[in-house]
């Protein structure tokens, strides 16, 4: 008689149905169908990009290539799982969590951050304070070919082909409209994205021209904002200190923080207000657009205080000067507004 089959243990029909549906799962997650497409980063960290670009003057479409590159549209571990999406080491300066990543070498130290927002943040003060990238700044702000290539020189990645790659990313993308403050619409249905983007419309170009007199200093009221009137100058707004009025008072009752306060008034710490002292709310233009090519500087005047008169970036205003924020400023010197 030939043996009796070994009776083993048989899988019920309902369950082998939820072990393949189980199997199908992971083999989906494995082939990356759960991963971010490069449109729905775009989409959902341009906002970062160009915030950072009205805060520190860096491209909003380098910022946003940089990112899609380095972390891999977000899918990337040190974006999963370190909010890290510039690839940004520890250096000797890092005092902040950290990842373990393998890079150029095994176990290499990378920082690891709360949030995306701030490794986007990060990422800006790391090229606003390196001396290596300072060229940079200097270069017109839709120049966004002039920093990828400027990026690379300086070292930022070993790719040797990486500037290349950030013009490519920006160019098959239309970042570039990003740059000039302009809506980037989603694709639709994998179309490419549209070649007219609708106008951003940013809420000062609502509001009547600023009325301006430079040499005697006026302006026109365009707002208020709670306690305090806003002004507007140079296509930028600001307020003007009371008595008792702290960097962290104005910012609370407009709804910004603290530093965000400083760096669009050039503050490096956080000083003592003078009531009357100019305080602005957005961040300061790059240049005059008054019509006004020189300013004669006045016995006391500062590289700071003419660029708070003019409402111009402190590091424009150096670059087009040739000078740097504590250069001495004397009675009579003329200095480039534009």
Known sequence: MPAKPHKG???????IALLTLGVSLLALSANGQDRLTREEYIQKYKSLA???????GIPASITMA?????????????????????GIKCKSTWTGA????????????????PSVEASFNDHSEFLDKSARYQDLFKLDPMDY??????LKQAGYATNPAYAELLIKIIEDNQLYHLDRGEEIAPPIMGTPATEEPQQLVAETEQKPKEVVDVDNYSVAVTGQGGQHTVYHNNGSEFTTARPGDTYATIASEFGLTVKKLLKYNDETTVPALRPGEMVYLRPKGKRS???????????????HSISQTYGIRLKNLCNMN???????VKAGQQIRLM
């Open 289 to 303: 657009e008054n019509g006004k090519l020189i300013h004669v500087a006045k016995e006391g005047e500062t590289l």
């Open 9 to 15: 243990t048989r899988m019920k029909p309902n369950s």
């Open 66 to 86: 940089q990112a899609l590159l380095e972390s891999d549209n977000g899918n990337g571990r040190l974006a999963r799982e370190g909010n890290n999406h510039f």
């Open 145 to 150: 070919k002039g920093w990828a290539y400027g």
């Open 322 to 328: 040739r000078r740097t924020p504590d250069s001495e």
């Open 98 to 113: 950290t990842i373990s990543h393998d890079d150029d070498a095994k176990g290499e130290c990378f920082r690891k951050y």
């Open 50 to 56: 160009v915030e950072e670009m009205e805060v520190y």
